[in-house]
């Protein structure tokens, strides 16, 4: 039987000196509390009560195990409240973990304007390491994760926090001696810098859209930085975030290609635990990365 049930049972009667009393203040009746100290003189060993037909003391033990029970009863209501109120207040530690690519950007900015605006929460913000299975954050300690594709995982909560802009590009250079693309089919004939994860392009939007295997691998990594720089030395034609991208293509080192073809904007998703009753810290994050992103959008390019 729970302990601390037996706990309060005992101590309500100590104080009241009555089983019925006990019993009416506890809202249970007087044969299940006397049965929840008897378990509990069982349980110690010793006997805690006197019993009488007109009264109800305590033997020594009774008298100090007495003392003992309220004050870990009082301990127990008074940490249980801390927990409680911690989890209404945005404070304590907030463990995010993310993919590098967008981590070393868009995420890195936000969440250390975040950390600068929350100084009672304390972050611990880790790149890379992010699982394929939305729940593995989890076992790792991490409260949030962040991903950058489509999820479905009902084990867990999602929330959409923005939609990061891709862009297919290519250096002056390489344009000039392999030609302009006028259709994305005239791909196959070109040196692609390719994701490790992304062996597929899609190009356009909607029923327009059109899925592209690459079969022309000049260059493959699993770092978007690394793509970009293979593309402006003119290795090939690189389809990256636009935002890493931004610099390059203002100062003509990149060149979009395919002005005319949309290129699918990429889901950036937080991923936190199951459950109703959200920490507040984690729902401030999630407000505030949305808000950010909202107010930090990656200006126009022409292309």
């Known amino acids: 039987m729970d302990r601390l049930l037996l706990m309060r049972s005992f ?14 203040t506890l809202g249970s ?23 009488t037909a007109r009264s109800v003391s305590l033997t020594e033990p ?27 207040r945005a ?10 690519w967008i981590g070393s950007f868009d ?31 989890l076992d790792s300690g991490f409260d949030i994760a962040l991903h950058t594709r489509d999820l479905r995982d009902s084990s867990v909560h999602l929330k959409k926090i923005a939609s990061l802009p891709f862009t297919l590009c290519a250096a002056e250079g390489y344009v000039k001696e392999h030609g302009s693309l006028a259709h994305p089919n005239d791909l196959a004939a070109r040196d692609c810098l390719v994701h490790v994860n992304e062996p597929v392009w899609r190009l356009g ?3 327009a859209s059109t899925l592209h295997k690459i079969r022309n691998v000049a260059f ?4 978007y930085i690394a793509l970009q720089k293979a593309a402006v030395q003119g290795r090939g034609i690189a389809l990256i975030p636009q935002r890493s991208a931004y610099n390059d293509l203002i100062s003509g080192a990149l060149q979009v290609q395919l002005p005319h073809v949309a290129v699918p904007d990429r889901p950036l998703y937080a991923v936190y635990g199951p459950g109703r009753s959200v920490p507040r810290k984690i729902t401030t ?6 808000q950010w992103f909202k107010d930090n959008p990656i200006p126009l390019i022409d292309a």
């Open 107 to 137: 995420v890195g900015d936000a969440i250390a304007a975040f950390a600068a605006e929350h100084p009672r929460i304390a972050v611990r913000f880790e790149l890379g390491g992010v699982s394929e299975r939305t729940y593995d954050f």
């Open 285 to 290: 994050l999630l407000e505030f990365l949305t």
């Open 29 to 51: 009746s007087g044969s299940l509390v006397s049965r929840h100290v008897a378990e509990l003189e069982r349980t110690i060993g010793v006997r805690l009560v006197n019993r």
């Open 62 to 88: 009774g008298l100090r195990y007495a003392e003992f029970a309220t004050r870990i009863l009082a301990e127990v209501e008074a940490e249980e409240a801390e927990i409680a109120h911690l989890h209404d």
């Open 91 to 100: 404070e304590g530690q907030l463990s995010v973990v993310c993919p590098k």
């Open 220 to 223: 493959s990594s699993n770092s």
């Open 11 to 24: 101590v309500t009667v100590a104080q009241l000196g009555s089983f019925s009393g006990a019993a009416r």
């Open 205 to 207: 939007l909607g029923a």
